[in-house]
């Protein structure tokens, strides 16, 4: 039992060792991001829904769209609101991305800060990149 | 005692009444909430419907591979059907090929000169019991109630189960990134990603908006597409006045293609 000097030193590198993350990255969370809006979807002021059901239940919508226009052929939202829209992620003005035409500055932002990948844009054609 | 029975009937009384008015407020309640609408899913109303839809072509109205070509282009430009140049990525949505090959099961010794060297459009038969609908696991093919088999290319897997089951062959998988192989992509159509099956749509996302379908309106007349089932269509004339056949109706899927030669 005369080991307790080296047992101590050994614990205490092994808490620093297996904290070091914690403390290396003390201060420095990445702020919650903002989606950048394009002028055009500043202008509309409401998405399909209102900003806060659309922030939630954005993927939730996308799948009910898909479904009814690929398996019904059912393409007009009207919302509840009674505005119209084209059911579309990536067709026309009318689309989402008809609004929100930066994926860098609108998708990505969230997504990378949460760390979701979703692989929409390995069919759907995204806008271009100079767009911005 | 007579006092508290008294003032116990009266407490229940009102308890009583006040129980009764929450329907009747529940009424109003709800009357208001109803003003708020609900979110709701509508279609086009200029989309063409039919209870069946067929396409006839019509043989006689073209001579050769010339006169094919910018309907199998028009199909691939507005599709984003990309241009392999190794023939086994090949995809295709509507192509064209020899009689012997295409009606197999017709082909004889003596077919006259002009059958025989004619090329023949192929491209998903819409059958009426498609084999590609039994043998997809996920779902990802389906038939509609209209009669076009479709694909939900997001639920493709491509474990290439309908290509097997297909007795056509109208079916390509992409075994490449096809992105790469799209000359001029049309912004109005999803491209494919590696690893799913791809088949002609009847350009079900055109029907939708009151489009005819894109090959259709490229071939000069020569492709009519229509409600098999309303007696008073374009099909129905054509089939009616002229003797059309059906690639291997004999395995009993119902093509829904029909050919005047």
């Known amino acids: ?132 | 005692m007579e006092n508290s029975r008294r003032s116990f009937l009266k407490i229940a009384g009102i308890s009583a009444l006040g129980l009764g008015t929450k329907p009747v407020l529940n009424v109003f309640a709800s009357g208001e909430n109803s003003e708020k609408r609900e979110a709701e899913i509508q279609k086009n109303p200029a989309a063409l419907k039919a209870k069946r839809w067929a396409m006839v072509i019509d043989t006689r109205k073209y001579e050769s591979e010339e006169d094919l070509k910018p309907i199998v282009e028009a199909c691939n430009k507005i599709h984003n059907i990309p241009k392999h140049t190794n023939k086994r990525h090949e995809i295709m949505w509507i192509w064209f090929d020899e009689f012997k090959y295409v009606f197999t099961n017709q082909e004889h010794e003596f077919v006259d000169d002009r059958v025989k060297h004619l090329p023949f459009l192929v491209l998903c038969n819409h059958c009426e019991k498609p084999a590609c609908v039994r043998a997809c696991p996920t779902k990802a093919t389906f038939k509609r109630d209209d009669g076009i088999v479709l694909m939900d290319f997001h639920r493709c897997i491509g474990c290439r189960f309908c290509m097997a089951a297909c007795p056509y062959g109208s079916r390509s998988f992409n075994f490449r990134d096809p992105r790469p192989f799209i000359k001029e992509e049309n912004k109005e159509f999803p491209t494919r990603m590696k690893g799913v099956v791809e088949k002609c749509n009847l350009c079900a996302e055109r029907l939708a908006v009151g489009k005819m379908p894109a090959c259709a309106e490229a071939s000069n007349g020569a492709i009519v597409v229509g409600d098999i089932y309303d007696s008073e269509s374009e099909v129905r004339k054509l089939l009616k006045n002229n003797y059309a056949i059906r690639r291997k109706p004999e395995l009993g899927a119902g093509p829904a293609i029909y050919y005047i030669v």
């Open chain 1, 1 to 132: 039992m005369n080991d307790k000097s080296k047992i101590i030193a050994g614990l205490i590198i092994f808490v620093i060792f297996i904290t070091f993350p914690f403390w290396y990255n003390m201060g420095k969370a990445a702020p919650v991001p903002e989606p950048k809006l394009t002028d055009k979807a500043k202008l509309e002021k409401e998405c399909v829904e209102p900003k806060q059901f659309m922030k939630v239940e954005h993927m939730q919508i996308l799948d009910v769209w898909r479904e009814s226009v690929v398996r019904n052929a059912s393409r007009t939202y009207v919302s509840k609101t009674g505005k119209k829209f084209n059911m579309s992620l990536a067709s026309g003005d009318d689309s989402c991305i008809g609004c929100h035409s930066s994926k860098v500055d609108f998708c990505d932002k969230c997504h990378n800060y949460a760390s979701v990948r979703p692989y929409c844009w390995t069919c759907h054609i995204e806008p271009p990149k100079e767009k911005k």
